[in-house]
């Protein structure tokens, strides 16, 4: 998996897939960030350090999902 294949599943992927995603360099944490005023979007792996800003645009996915500003893979409970 390649970061464009990360964004292109963080703005259209389903809600396992993107509760499921790693970082494909090192398989880290991925931070993003969705701005709904700009609109920005923007997502980092918290172990290697890579940084993307995506296009902004319509609301993605995983904001819809997880919220604004969240961390996957996403840990709880609740079971798919
Ligand atoms: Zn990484």
């Not at 809600?15 to 609109?39: F, H, M, Q, S, W």
């Not at 995506?54 to 996957?72: E, S």
């Amino acid at each position: 998996m390649s970061w464009d294949e990360v964004e292109d599943i963080l703005y259209d992927g389903t809600e396992k897939d993107i509760r499921n995603l790693v970082c494909p360099i090192c398989g880290g944490n991925i931070a993003y960030e969705y701005t709904e005023e700009v609109p920005a979007f923007s997502y980092s792996c918290q172990k290697c350090g890579h940084i993307s800003r995506g296009q902004g645009g319509p609301k993605p996915n995983c904001a819809a999902y997880f919220g604004n500003k969240a961390m996957v893979p996403v840990k709880t409970a609740k079971a798919i």
